[in-house]
């Protein structure tokens, strides 16, 4: 892949760098899910996972290399022939391929990590690369901790990268411990030194651990760089990555000083910023730039009184452009089938038939029971219809006892293929009560690695937006769901991950018996 002086190329981390911050592990299905919508975002690489750390990372990129329509499908690799091989069969599907592998340079790295000198580093560099390039043309090459790599050395083995075939050149700032003025320069020197460095495409890679990443990969991109390596919200390790939302939408914004473009489709940031805050069970912080709920938010009067005037005077980017309706509050319990699918066009759901007449029965309940309706209610029950739409087992009722006098109990009736059965069951909690009744239903030896709940708005009638991890024998299962009712939303999440887990095991007999 080439680039001009003013196309950056975005590649996004995501489901690599992104899935190494503590605990964003992502399950097989959700991997595909956030690689589709990176794809049809317009995301021009996406590395899709590290093939060597486990067969469920190998089974993922080789799926999502088989499926992406334009992006590349790169595979994670260090500087070893059993890690590149892995990554080279992993791509091998892919329309474009790429392998990334990169190796330690900076001292510490050397000494402490590697236990290698100069030589024996450079040497595993060109063999790296050199292994690389039997699989593709497409090789991207790293310098781990460049930022504290002395600038000799950096630029003998950025070259020696180079001669060996790497078209792509990735200048780490792993540690996040750059300033931008030196980023830039360091840029700058390698550009001015290394010979043959015009012919590739200069790469960033910055981390946040003091908050510059993203000042970093633009300054990166005023010295020369070409290409920056990002992830939705910026999740990654330690304090994350630069964020994919923010480069974007500074580049576009202030094309004053960043003369260029990316081919991101920017009225889709904020769908994917909520798609991968839900699969990983982190929240976006509130005041995050771009995606945060309140970034386009004016509570102060001052404020109130310049947006009504001009939105100018406030707000640097439209709603619209990443995303964002105009209002919070346009719907109620009065708005008819045309604005509903007119609301839902504007957040950028297409539906068909079926499933917008079950959006629309389930938004008209919503609104009847909520004062307030905002558009992340709308997007929480149309992404908990579409993810629950073929569920064989739904939550047909539940009544809940609860309060200071316990035991509590729950009765629940699940409908199971469409038989509907009813049990009672205590427990120490409303919550616990309801999990119970549902194991009587289902029997399993499931164990809820996660439970967790968030406010989908602000009001004491929000909905709770609640995720629900199991696990059992090695297989991860997630369920979500979403409802004023705290504990409905409880039952139906963990439903919905029970159905997943009944569909594992269906997959594994039938694995077993050979049908």
């Known amino acids: 892949m080439t680039a001009s002086s003013e196309q950056i190329i975005i590649f996004d981390t995501t489901l690599r760098d992104g899935e190494q911050c503590p605990g964003a592990t992502m399950t097989f299905e959700e991997k595909l899910q956030v690689a589709e919508l990176l794809d049809e975002m317009g995301v021009d690489v996406i590395e899709a996972g590290f093939p060597i750390a486990s067969e469920g990372d190998f089974e993922a990129v080789t799926e999502i290399a088989k499926l992406a329509k334009t992006s590349v499908i790169c595979g994670l690799a260090r500087a070893n022939f ?40 450079h040497e595993k560099v060109i063999a790296s690369v050199t292994r690389a390039r039997q699989y593709t043309d497409d090789v991207e090459w790293s310098a781990m901790d460049a930022t504290r790599t002395e600038h000799d050395y950096l630029c003998r083995v950025v070259e020696a990268a180079i001669k060996a075939g790497a078209t792509t050149i990735n200048i780490p700032d792993t540690v996040g411990y750059a300033l931008p003025e030196d980023y830039y320069d360091l840029i700058m020197m390698l550009r001015n030194r290394v010979p043959g460095i015009e012919k590739i495409v200069l790469s960033t890679h910055c981390h946040d651990d003091l908050g510059l990443a993203v000042a970093n990969s633009l300054a990166g991109v005023r010295a020369g760089a070409r290409q920056i390596e990002c992830t939705i ?211 399993h030896e499931a164990r809820l690695d996660l439970y967790q709940v968030h406010a989908v708005t602000e009001g004491t009638d929000a909905q709770a937006e609640v995720s629900v991890r199991l696990e059992e024998g090695g297989r991860i299962v997630t369920g979500r769901s979403a409802d004023p009712d705290t504990l409905v939303a409880s039952a139906r999440a963990y439903v919905a991950a029970l159905s997943k887990l009944v569909v594992k095991r269906q997959k594994v007999a039938q694995a077993q018996h050979g049908v």
């Open 82 to 121: 059993g890690d590149i091989d892995r990554a080279g069969e992993a791509i091998k599907l892919a329309k474009r391929g790429r392998i990334h592998t990169f190796i330690g340079t900076s001292p510490l790295h050397r000494q402490h990590q590697l236990q290698l000198d100069q030589d024996q580093v």
């Open 233 to 443: 919200n910026g999740l990654g390790e330690r304090a994350g990555n630069a964020a994919l939302e923010e480069v974007v939408m500074a580049i576009r914004t202030r094309h004053d000083l960043l003369p260029h473009r990316t081919g991101i489709k920017s009225e889709m940031l904020s769908r994917a910023s909520r798609l991968v805050s839900a699969v990983t069970n982190f929240p976006v912080q509130y005041n995050k730039a771009i995606v945060g709920r309140n970034a386009f938010a004016h509570e102060s009067g001052i404020h109130q009184d310049g947006v009504l005037k001009n939105t100018e005077t406030y707000e640097i980017m439209t709603p619209e452009s990443v995303g964002v309706g105009k209002s919070s509050l346009v719907m109620g319990k009065h708005s008819g089938r045309a604005a509903f699918k007119s609301k839902l066009k504007d957040l950028g759901y297409d539906l068909g038939d079926n499933a917008m007449e079950d959006a629309f029965n389930r938004f008209k309940a919503l609104a009847d029971r909520k004062k307030h309706v905002y558009d992340e209610d709308i997007e929480a029950l149309v992404d908990e219809g579409v993810a629950h739409a073929h569920d064989r087992i739904k939550v047909a009722s539940l009544t809940v006892i609860a309060g200071t006098m316990g035991p509590q109990t729950a009765t629940l009736t699940l409908d199971i293929d469409g038989q509907q059965t009813t049990v009672q069951s205590v427990g120490n909690g409303p919550v616990d009560a309801t999990f119970n009744a549902i194991k009587m239903l289902m029997p």
